[in-house]
């Protein structure tokens, strides 16, 4: 049997030093950005809530666009289509959709 290490992955070597952290993927204290999440957390629960209020297709529209509503910025700014598509159903619908609107609101700036 021969000694050969197989790594899968990244591999850290330290020698020495103080405050060795090791890889730093760009985020600092390994938080994600809780702003983001919960306005994404709360556009979701009031699509949910407005959905009793839309037509079939409003509705299936809704249905497909919620699980692309994730709390990933990257993601979200490539998804603009979709939150396009939310915003107009929801203004749409009239006063009963503008929580939703007033979602996507306080969402967008969080994008960048």
């Known amino acids: 049997m021969s000694d050969t290490t197989n790594n899968y992955g990244n591999v850290v070597n330290v020698n020495g030093g ?3 952290v090791g890889i730093n993927y760009g ?3 390994g938080t994600p950005d809780d702003r983001l999440r919960a306005a994404v957390e709360e556009l979701t629960r009031l699509l949910r809530d407005l959905r ?7 509705a299936q529209t809704v249905d497909e666009a919620l699980p692309e509503l994730t709390p990933d910025r990257a993601a979200l700014r490539q998804r ?3 939150l396009a598509s939310v915003a107009q159903i929801a203004a749409a619908v009239g006063a009963v959709g503008q929580p939703v609107v007033d979602a996507l609101g ?5 994008l960048g």
């Open 18 to 20: 103080q405050g060795n």
């Open 27 to 29: 985020t600092v204290g």
């Open 106 to 110: 306080q969402l967008l700036p969080l």
């Open 80 to 82: 603009g289509l979709v």
């Open 52 to 58: 009793p209020h839309l037509t079939p297709e409003q």
